[in-house]
């Protein structure tokens, strides 16, 4: 005869101490413990969760089996045959929605991962807090030390920066408001910048102020209307104590132009009529971010490239443009040696946006960001470590298809004297002269390439074709036009050995007679 499981227990129980069901837990992983009078099944409500237990009932268990079900616990107890306990299934009281679970391993599991995943991640948030402020911290100051190197290494500075900026870099408000000036150090009292200008001049510094006067002026800045945005950043008109100023914010992805500018202008004394007239450089953290600010004139008929999108010019604008560009040109290219002295200067992005022009209608040269300089005496080229390349489209051969010797400053200028050729075309495309024909504004290779132009747009029109801008038979009609028509054929010559020097662009233009020339005179005196 066949007997199941639970007739074999049954028999057993009458004759030994029943066996019960353990959890593997308590028992040591047998399974199975032997009880002088009960066994018992359980649910414990414990702080991780809710764990059954089962096992053998002894005086001083802490589960007792006459205990009511309750809502933290409930047990029921057997003794009527071996592992009586095994399918026992207490309940506890409003229970009926807590799952029911006999995974002991994985309960105690709980607790453990718990305590170890908190602390860890929390350790994770703290060592990426922790980089995070580092990198910001590093950042800032590296971007403050050369800061200090590109504003300070001018002689005539007043002191070391302060550890905290001066004033209220916050302050500076957009759209008019006064600036928060009240803790500024450096006070510019009733001066006007001629004044400060004229005494920074005089006391040897680069071209600006003092780097604190520097930091006061810039702080006291009201920005006023936005005049000009693109890649570069963007150009506003300001106003400091009533005077206009231009203040170009610079994009952070430009921001290798306005280290450049800053340590151009603070080094090297670069006042002169016809280069952008340099006030100051001053960087401004706000929150998480920092601007870079260069404050320069304000001249209010805007850039040369909007000028003559504008306007038309006669044959002594036309003149007074170009003989005040290659003058510009000239201060920029030639060393000058002594106390008051300057390095030799090429532009690398000569261009009619660059160029502004004044009120009395000659020109000045700005944005120095990508200008490289040369000393005769140690033959160095300083190109600093602006990556950025000049404008495609005004790319001399030689760089488009990568034959300029980097080491070689000449060649650097005459990169410039063709871009400035291309910039004479522009000018006197809109000059009617005694023609009687004046075309539309257009940029150098309008007809050749598209708008930004790719570099190899570019090789291919300048380089493999070698196409030069038209120059219309109509201007042969016109003294001054012809003759301007030669000179900048003279630029644009494929070999830059073979072109003019800006010296010999500036003395050509210096023979060309004016049409009126009581009119210039008058202009000069503006
Ligand atoms: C965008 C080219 N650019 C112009 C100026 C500057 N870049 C600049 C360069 N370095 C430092 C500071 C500024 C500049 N602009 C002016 N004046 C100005 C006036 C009117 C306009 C533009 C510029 N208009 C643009 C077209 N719409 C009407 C107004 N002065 C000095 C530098």
């Not at 105690?108 to 911290?137: D, K």
Request: hydrophobic residues 35%.
């Amino acid at each position: 005869m066949e007997i199941n499981l639970w007739q074999e227990r049954a028999l057993n129980a009458t004759t030994e101490p029943v066996k019960c069901f353990c959890d593997p837990k308590t028992c040591d992983n047998i399974g199975w413990c032997l009880a002088a009078e009960q066994c018992y099944s359980a649910v414990v409500v414990e702080s991780y969760g809710l764990v059954a237990r089962a096992g053998c009932i002894s005086v001083d268990s802490p589960l007792q089996c006459n205990t009511p079900a309750s809502h933290n616990h409930a047990i029921l107890c057997c003794n009527t045959v071996n592992l009586c306990n095994e399918f026992l299934e207490p309940e506890l009281i409003g229970g009926n929605d807590i799952h029911f679970t006999n995974d002991d391993n994985q309960s105690n599991l709980t607790p453990i991962m718990m305590s170890i995943a908190i602390p860890a991640a929390t350790c994770v948030l703290v060592a990426l807090l922790l980089y995070l402020l580092f990198r910001f911290y590093k950042r800032h100051a590296w971007k403050a030390h050369k800061y200090e190197k590109a504003v300070s290494s001018g002689a005539g500075d007043t002191g070391t920066p302060p550890e905290k900026p001066l004033g209220n870099p916050l302050a500076v408000q957009y759209g008019g408001h006064q600036a928060d000036t009240s803790l500024s150090p450096v006070t510019a009292g009733d001066s006007t910048l001629q004044d400060l200008l004229g005494h920074s001049y005089s006391s040897g510094s680069g071209s600006g102020l003092p780097f604190l006067v520097q930091r006061t002026v810039s702080r006291q800045i009201n920005l006023i209307d936005r005049v000009g945005t693109g890649r570069y950043g963007e150009v506003w008109k300001g106003s400091w104590q009533g005077e206009m100023v231009a203040v170009k914010i610079f994009s952070s992805r430009d921001e290798q132009s306005w280290f450049r500018e800053t340590e151009i202008y603070n080094t090297v004394l670069l006042r002169h009529e016809n280069i952008l007239g340099f006030v100051a450089s001053d960087m401004i953290s706000r929150n998480s971010w920092t601007q870079m600010w260069l404050i320069t004139h304000y001249h209010e008929n805007g850039s040369l490239y909007d000028f003559l999108n504008t306007n038309t010019v006669n044959r002594d604008v036309m003149l007074r443009f170009a003989q005040s560009i290659a003058n510009g040109l000239v201060h920029l290219h030639v060393e000058i040696t002594g106390t008051q002295g300057k390095p030799a200067i090429a532009h690398r992005d000569l261009k009619t946006r660059n160029i502004l022009v004044k009120r009395n209608l000659s020109c000045c040269i700005g944005d120095l960001g990508l200008a490289v300089t040369h000393r005769r005496d140690t033959n160095h080229v300083d190109r600093g470590q602006n990556t950025k390349v000049g404008t495609k489209r005004y790319m001399a051969p030689e760089i488009l298809d990568d034959r300029l010797n980097v080491d070689s400053f000449e060649e650097f200028k005459q990169a410039d004297v063709y871009a400035m050729g291309l910039v004479f075309w522009e000018i006197a495309r809109r000059c009617q002269c005694s023609t009687g024909r004046v075309v539309e504004y257009q940029p150098p290779f309008f007809d050749q390439v598209q708008s930004d132009p790719s570099f190899e747009e570019m090789r291919k029109v300048v380089c493999v074709s070698k196409v030069r801008p038209h120059v219309p038979h109509y201007w042969t009609n016109d003294r001054v036009l012809s003759q301007m028509g030669r000179l900048m054929t003279e630029c644009w010559h494929e070999s830059g050995s073979a072109r003019l020097t800006s010296l010999r662009v500036k003395k050509s233009l210096q023979q060309i007679e004016p049409v009126c020339p009581e009119v210039k005179l008058k202009l000069d005196l503006i």
